[in-house]
């Protein structure tokens, strides 16, 4: 019997690492920059006072794409720390950019995969809030094992969230969307905080509107926003 790509050594992932070619700019930021604010998933456990300089409230981004969004709100709440993971290179270095224009100084960044980083560096019960907005939604059926929210993701997550931290999703893809929904519902140590089944609306902590999110809602489809509670 031939062995399917997803088995038997199919590890789930974040995101397929994209090194996709960066502006000049882009690749002079990530040079100058990553010796400032890049970690390294080779160290030991993350020591948020040692790397931030402070103790802080602190969320993490998984994929944060160009850091639109990201630098959005790290501009918005300086009072927070923030932890962006990211696998597309050049996008790090459109974040650096912007964390150049802007002066910000509590963003640290990942050049990994996320399982990586939340396995190896972050601490238990550690993080304020993790979001993931608009994941590779894996639309074939036979790639829907791919979909990083599966129970044992989110279990990890959780284990990662303080008593009362949350973990925000959001996807323009509705059967993504379907499964999302089933699989935080049927977590454990998880409560939706829009109620039972049902969807959240926009949270202030996806305080723009995205080149990608545009694109969806110019396409006609519809974004879905999920928020759960530890």
Same mark, same amino acid.
């Given at each position: 019997?031939?062995?399917?790509? %997803?088995? @038997? =050594? *199919?590890? $789930? ?15 002079? &930021?990530?040079?100058? %920059?990553? @010796? =400032? *604010?890049? $970690? ?15 103790? &802080?409230?602190?969320? %993490?981004?998984?994929? *944060? ?112 969307a379907i499964h999302m929904l089933r699989t935080l519902e049927k977590s454990e140590g998880i409560k939706n905080l829009a109620g039972e089944n049902q969807y959240a609306l926009r949270s202030c902590y996806r305080p723009i509107i995205t080149k990608f999110e545009q694109r969806a ?14």
């Amino acid at each position: 019997m031939s062995t399917s790509p %997803l088995q @038997p =050594h *199919f590890r $789930l992932r974040s995101f397929v690492r994209r090194d996709g070619r960066a502006t000049l700019g882009q690749q002079q &930021a990530y040079a100058n %920059l990553w @010796p =400032h *604010f890049g $970690l390294q998933v080779e160290e030991k456990t993350l020591n948020y006072q040692q790397v931030f300089g402070r103790e &802080a409230p602190c969320l %993490l981004e998984i994929g *944060f794409g160009s850091g639109q969004s990201l630098i959005a709100l790290a501009k918005a709440h300086p009072e927070k720390n923030f932890i962006g993971v990211e696998t597309h290179r050049p996008g790090i270095g459109a974040l650096f950019l912007g964390m150049k224009t802007h002066g910000l100084q509590n963003l640290r960044i990942y050049y990994s995969d996320v399982i990586d980083v939340l396995e190896k560096c972050i601490p238990a019960t550690s993080l304020d809030s993790v979001q993931l907005f608009f994941p590779d939604p894996w639309p074939k059926r036979r790639h829907h094992p791919r979909r990083l929210i599966q129970l044992a993701f989110v279990s990890l997550v959780t284990s990662k969230l303080k008593p009362g931290g949350t973990l925000h999703l959001a996807t323009d893809w509705e059967d993504y969307a379907i499964h999302m929904l089933r699989t935080l519902e049927k977590s454990e140590g998880i409560k939706n905080l829009a109620g039972e089944n049902q969807y959240a609306l926009r949270s202030c902590y996806r305080p723009i509107i995205t080149k990608f999110e545009q694109r969806a809602i110019h396409a006609g489809r519809k974004i879905f926003d999920l928020q759960f509670i530890k």
